[in-house]
């Protein structure tokens, strides 16, 4: 059994500098880019679930849910979307590190449908379609509009910082024990290649890959469960992803690692990074599964939905 151990600070005055992703205005706290960041954060760690009976087999009422998965050391971004959403039950996951945001409620099933409708890239969307015809043969009432993929650029909102949220993964490689020290700063993000319901991909994957100067590569393609992988794999489209990121946030602790890779990457826009080899060192050894302090003061940031 692996026992994860966590300490929160929080420090009210942060001193923030160029490195610090801090870039929040108005327009950022909007209903609109709430809604992306939220249909991001489905597609990637998120579900939908329709009920294949009304009924159980016990005669209980099936209901779909919408549920989203976090890891434990984002507890308090998963309590600040209920918090923001007003709707949902926050369980932990039994033997797991892990809590599971559930929303199962008429009321609330209908008010993440709004939100997210018309603002999602994966072919979750046709199970959200799916859901919508639930609700709307439930509701006699109710009218919801089945929205099609979002095609607007991904540079305009918030949708690939809720997928980054969820899948993506901040990395810095220091190659010092071969004879040529090798460093590398990167951001990847993996999905498998088919859903469940053999839909590819493929399409989003490439549309990221475009923005951020790269390919789609494929790997462990032997397996049951082959996948997709994007990999920044240049400086140009490490800095592509530095801007948007300055414009739509990551909030959960994912924000951290960003932070330590900005350090990194400032040595390379700086052509410095040969000459800090043990500075680099030194950030790596902190980030992801290797920090254990976490300030969370970024989170007094977050999206406030319009009254």
Known sequence: MVFCKIFYISIKNINTNS???NKIDENNKSNS???????????????????????????????????????LKDLPLALIIQKTIGQGSLSK??????YVLTINSN????????LINGKMRTPKMYVLHNLIDWLNNKNLNLNITKKGIDNTPLITNAWLSGIIESDGHFSVRTSLGSRYIKLECKMELTQKQKDKN???????????????????????????????????????????????????????TKYLDLLD????????????????????????????????IFILDHLKNFYKLNE
């Not at 990637?44 to 209901?63: M, Q």
């Not at 009321?107 to 709004?114: D, M, R, S, V």
């Not at 992988?229 to 240049?234: A, D, F, I, K, P």
């Open 93 to 98: 996951v039994k033997n797991s590190n892990a």
């Open 107 to 114: 009321e609330g099933l209908i008010f993440i449908t709004n």
């Open 198 to 252: 053999d839909r590819s991909n493929l399409t989003f994957l490439e549309e990221i890959a475009s923005l951020l100067l790269t390919t789609v590569k494929s790997f462990r393609v032997e397996t049951k469960y082959p996948q997709y992988r994007v990999r920044t794999t240049s400086l140009k489209g490490n800095i592509v992803l530095e801007n948007y990121l300055l414009n739509y946030p990551l909030f959960g």
């Open 261 to 292: 890779w900005l350090k990194v990457l400032n040595f390379f826009k700086l052509d410095q990074h040969m000459s800090n080899v043990q500075q680099i060192s030194d950030i790596k050894s902190n980030m992801n599964d290797k920090r254990t």
């Open 19 to 21: 490195l610090t992703v």
């Open 33 to 71: 880019n709430f809604s992306y960041y939220l249909a991001g954060l489905i597609e990637g760690d998120g579900s939908i679930h329709i009920p294949k009976t009304e009924r159980s087999i016990k005669g209980k009422i099936n209901y779909p849910s919408i549920t989203i998965v976090f890891h």
